[in-house]
């Protein structure tokens, strides 16, 4: 496309989506400007399901110049989960050429203003969301996603929360009035008067270190709060996972170019293998935001060493859902199965532990003991993935091998009431495809034959194993849940009760503990699914994140408030 997206061009196109957006994360009721069915695409020039997979065929072996300075080298060497090598190479970059560049159009961005920052975000979203297809084989290529799940989740629901956070960005930053007249009474004497000028300011660069399983769903919220803010955006992808990623970089600087701003507002860095560079980027003193998905280890160092910049974590917890009672048992199961199952349990909203009542749960069938609720449970899981195809299209594959050491060494921490078992892949006979595992676990006993059971349960052991704690009462099950939000953290709580008190219990520990709560899900809504513009993901209230997304705390310290006074 030639470069003449004017501001007024972009304004006419976008602000109606805008508008829609803010609309939406004020009602927060359902809306979304991405279709989610591989079918809608195809039209207005977007590819359709074979346009895309040939598009990302075309990539593979290839080398992905995105024109930035200070390349020094090109690196790669992504294999997919799937067994395919990916053979693509990326710019390495001499940050310290690169850096002074992405610095130099901040000023232009700065003064362009909240509205037209917005709409030049949109249109990014706007251009990846017509190659929604071709990102789709990126993320199933570099995360294990099964085909259905990337293209949804690494599509439009990952351009939705693109979309959230630039909404949020420009209702923060248009907030303060740019002008005002400022008049001050003083009696018989003359008023004072002053002309007020505020205008918001970036930062600084920010740093984008993304993940490995969810490159562009945890990777867009950060990068555009940042770039709808005035920031520059220094992409740093994961070894495993940069293809999405870079893909994203090469659209946001072709339409930055496109609408008159410096490309290098957005800049791609990959890293050799073993180099480590997010430790040396998160410590630059020109980055001064760094937005985080993974370990808790490295998350708490970031926090403690980046001191420079305004850091953004997701980090690791223990995701909960206490079973009590419930008026629609096998609704239950079915529904527990799917969100064990779906993508393996490398989400980091995953159900871990389970914490039933040892004396067992009340349904509309009748009791059902400790024993049966596991049992049963189980055969659901069973029967969800007992046809291959099925599983494969929920499973996926696994991401990296120490999810699979993880699951291996599960069935060793107790008595294992669903064995994991492997699935051939026929269209993919590499890919490492593995059911869940359902371990018992006792919430009151401190050690199962020489193994600690509380050191298995009250840590994050993800992937596809989930733990059946047995526990004494309902109020063990609610102090169990506080403590483990409070020590280690929760992206997501699930309940299902029948018990009003039991219900308020549960709740008050999720407001005290800021996490966030789904109670008695039986149909096609999941605990480990969040809508964007109406969920919040995280609450950044407890130690697995430091922040949500997303709401106007994860973008409005991303900017500053300058305000420059005269005499009227």
């Not at 439009?156 to 907030?175: F, I, K, M, T």
């Not at 893909?247 to 170019?257: D, G, I, K, M």
């Not at 055969?379 to 993880?406: T, Y």
């Not at 492997?422 to 490492?432: D, K």
Request: a negative charge; hydrophobic letters at 40%.
């Amino acid at each position: 496309m030639a470069a003449e997206l004017t501001a007024h061009d972009l304004i006419a196109k976008h602000r109606p989506t805008l508008d829609q957006t803010l609309e939406a994360i004020r009602t927060r009721a359902y809306w979304s400007p991405h279709p989610e069915h591989p079918k809608a695409y195809g039209e207005n020039g977007s590819l359709d399901m074979a346009a895309g997979k040939a598009a990302f065929d075309a990539l593979l072996g290839t080398r992905i110049d995105l024109g930035q300075p200070g390349t020094d080298d090109w690196v790669g060497g992504e294999v997919s989960p799937y067994g395919i090598e990916l053979g693509v190479s990326y710019p390495h970059a001499d940050v310290d050429e690169l850096l002074p560049a992405m610095k130099a159009g901040q000023k232009a961005w700065r003064d362009a203003g909240a509205e037209m920052r917005a709409v030049v975000c949109v249109e990014i979203l706007k251009r990846i969301s017509d190659r929604t297809h071709e990102f789709a084989h990126a993320v199933m290529h570099t995360s294990g996603q099964a085909f259905m799940m990337a293209f949804q989740a690494g599509g439009p629901h990952a351009q939705d929360r693109g979309l959230e956070a630039v909404a949020y960005a420009y209702v923060e930053q248009v907030r303060t009035p740019y002008t005002a007249e400022w008049t001050k009474p003083q009696g018989k004497r003359e008023p004072l008067a002053l002309s007020k000028q505020f205008t918001p300011v970036p930062r600084g660069i920010a740093l984008v270190i993304g993940c490995n399983t969810f490159p562009t769903w945890n990777g867009y919220p950060g990068l555009f709060a940042s770039l709808a803010t005035g920031n520059a955006v220094l992409v740093k992808p994961h070894p495993r996972a940069v293809l999405p990623l870079a893909l994203t970089v090469q659209v946001a600087r072709e339409v930055l170019a496109e609408t008159g701003f410096d490309p290098n507002l957005v800049a791609l860095t990959a890293e050799r293998p073993g180099e480590g560079i997010a430790k040396t980027l998160a410590t630059r003193p020109e980055i001064r935001i760094i937005d985080y998905t993974g370990s808790t280890e490295f998350g708490d160092w970031l926090e403690a060493n980046a001191r420079q910049a305004q850091v953004y974590t997701e980090k690791a917890g223990v995701n909960t859902v206490v079973v009590h009672s419930t008026d629609d048992y096998k609704g239950m199961l079915s529904n527990l199965a799917f969100s064990l199952s779906l993508y393996s349990g490398q989400m980091c909203t995953t159900p871990q532990n389970l914490l039933v009542p040892r004396d067992g749960i009340r349904t509309e069938e009748g009791p059902r003991t400790f024993e049966e609720v596991v049992a049963d449970l189980a055969r659901s899981v069973d029967g969800l993935l007992g046809d291959d195809a099925r599983a494969n299209a929920l499973l996926g594959a696994i991401v990296n091998p120490d999810v699979k050491a993880r699951l291996e060494a599960a069935a060793g921490l107790g008595e294992v009431a669903l064995a994991s078992r492997e699935i051939s892949n026929a269209e993919f006979p590499q890919a490492v495809v593995r059911t869940p595992v359902i371990v018992k676990l006792d919430g009151a006993r401190k050690y199962w034959e020489g193994t600690d059971d509380e050191a298995a349960y009250m840590r994050e052991c993800f992937g596809p194993v989930s733990f059946a704690v047995a526990v004494d009462s309902a109020a063990d099950a609610v102090e169990l849940l506080r403590r483990t939000i409070r020590e280690k953290g929760a992206m997501t709580v699930g309940a299902y009760t029948t018990d009003e008190e039991v219900e308020q219990a549960l709740q008050e520990v999720c407001l005290e503990e800021a996490a966030q709560l789904s109670l008695n899900l039986t149909g096609g809504v999941y605990v480990n699914q969040t809508a964007a513009f109406s969920d919040f993901h995280g609450s950044g209230g407890n130690p697995a994140a430091n922040a949500a997304l997303t709401d106007g705390a994860f973008v409005a310290n991303r900017f500053r408030v300058v305000e420059v006074r005269r005499e009227a």
